[in-house]
């Protein structure tokens, strides 16, 4: 049966979301070791200081040659030329190629002056050289086209060219590219500092024995594991206890950072002692938002001696923490890294099983989402209770049951967010 959980202050996602991102702003950027970089938004764009390749260079082990001494050349007439020296890359020429000579030379080495185009190995006498063989001289069995097997001084990159655009995203190639230029640094968007804590007195480190009515303090770990897959540096602040003191130590401790990311003790009915220091710390607000799983929501700023920081508190139950830091958090973090704010592909699937909508909310249920025969289907991953956090371990997509639907039946299609990039559904 159908149950009414609307509360005349629920607010919806795209508004507690919107609420929350006007207090984000992309922060200040700094020079940062470019192997220190992946992943990172490059804050202006990048020129070359330098021609790549910075010279003319060979693409191919072979011979340095004239191409007017080869082009009578063939498999049955080869054209036997001097050999004058052995050019390895990091070495110079020390002679010009002239009429009937050639160097022999190595990939990315110098190409020597006088010469017009490189022979391979594979198409000279080189290869059938014995013992015997006078390897003062080379027969060149094919001719050489002009400019074969060169590269040119500036092919890749010409002085001044851009080498990386202002707000790109800093993936291995492009490091490797500015590595190329000679650019030990780059200035990018730093990334945000996220401070991390937990409150309840049940609540055990992991690797600590455990006592009756206890239980191990999940959510630090899933919470730092997104923030650090994000980019973003976490900080793991501790477990605030439930008293005054220990909420108020473990809040100055995450004053230092540029964004504190709370769990548990802000749903209606927890202790009042974690809601009332942190309203004395800042300015936050306490909202139910129109979702499932992860209803209650705090959101405010807490004061700094500078300053403020901005805070979140989602709620203690492992899977609505990890839903709650997707919906909210994570737009958060990517905005103040200079990226876009939404990232996560969003796919229509058909569902193997039902999704029950029993109290009017927007409902993320866990799905695997796979390709079936060219159709990608949606199957939940079992029980879907806010504290069962397998249902979230073995999921790869939130599959969408909209607020006015009560229940999405086996068939029907639905929205669902990838929560895994590498998702095959072709």
């Known amino acids: 049966m159908r149950q009414n959980h609307y509360h005349a202050d629920m607010i919806s996602v795209e508004e507690a979301r919107q609420k929350i991102l006007e207090h984000f702003v992309t922060l200040d950027s700094k020079s940062v070791y470019i192997l220190d970089c992946l992943g990172l938004v490059v804050s202006e764009s990048v020129k070359s200081p330098l021609n790549i390749p910075p010279f003319n260079n060979s693409a191919m082990d072979g011979y340095a040659v004239i191409s007017e001494d080869t082009k009578l050349a063939s498999s049955d007439h080869v054209v036997n030329l001097k050999i004058l020296e052995t050019i390895k890359a990091g070495s110079v020429p020390s002679v010009k190629v002239i009429k009937g000579t050639a160097s022999r030379i190595m990939t990315g080495a110098p190409i020597p002056e006088g010469a017009d185009s490189i022979v391979p190995f594979e198409d000279t006498t080189e290869l059938d050289w014995n013992i015997n063989s ?91 594991s997104s923030v650090l897959q994000l980019g973003a540096i976490p900080k793991i602040i501790g477990i605030a206890r439930d008293n005054r003191q220990s909420v108020i130590d473990m809040i100055e401790k995450s004053l230092n950072s540029d964004f504190v990311i709370s769990s548990a003790g802000v749903s209606k009915g927890d202790y009042d002692v974690v809601k009332d220091v942190m309203g004395e710390m800042g300015n936050l607000n306490f909202w139910s938002v129109n979702m499932r799983p992860a209803k209650p929501l705090a959101f405010g700023k807490l004061k700094t001696h500078k300053s403020f920081v901005p805070i979140i508190g989602v709620p203690g139950n492992p899977v609505s923490s990890l839903v709650a830091f997707e919906q909210f958090c994570r737009p958060a973090i990517r905005k103040m890294m200079g990226k876009t704010i939404h990232d996560r592909k969003i796919i229509r699937a058909k569902l193997v099983d039902s999704i029950e909508n029993y109290d009017s909310r927007r409902v993320y249920a866990r799905v695997i989402v796979e390709s079936k025969n060219g159709v990608n289907v949606a199957t939940t991953t079992g029980d879907q209770g806010s504290n069962i956090l397998t249902s979230m371990a073995k999921a790869n997509g939130l599959a969408i049951c909209p607020e006015n639907i009560e229940r999405v039946l086996p068939g029907e299609e639905v929205d669902v967010i990838l929560l895994d990039d590498s998702v095959d559904l072709s």
């Open 134 to 224: 006078d390897k003062s001289f080379v027969g060149i069995k094919y001719p050489g086209n002009v400019g074969a097997n060169f590269r040119e001084s500036g092919k890749d990159l010409s002085i001044g060219d851009v080498v990386v655009e202002k707000f790109s995203i800093l993936t291995p190639s492009l490091i490797g590219l500015l590595a190329s230029v000679g650019l030990e640094q780059v200035k990018v968007i730093r990334p945000p500092v996220v401070s991390i804590l937990s409150t309840g007195d049940e609540l055990v480190e992991p690797g600590l024995s455990i006592e009756p009515g206890q239980i191990f303090d999940s959510n630090t770990y899933s919470i730092y």
